[in-house]
């Protein structure tokens, strides 16, 4: 799944999914972007460590 980060008028920013479905709104653009850079770290090392997952769960990735 592909992520945006949107800025506001205000300088407050929204993380977005690629539809446009907003997961979460911060002060800046600054604290979405550390946010989510955390967020994909994180996935990555369980990505990492874990054994292939069936397919029923890639297909609901």
Known sequence: MKFTVKEWPDK????????????ATFSSM????KVYGE?????????FRRPDAP???AIRA
């Open 12 to 23: 407050s920013a929204s993380l977005l999914t690629e539809n446009g479905y907003n997961l």
């Open 30 to 33: 600054s604290e979405a972007h």
């Open 39 to 47: 967020w994909r770290k994180s996935q990555q090392a369980q990505d």
């Open 55 to 57: 397919l029923s769960e």
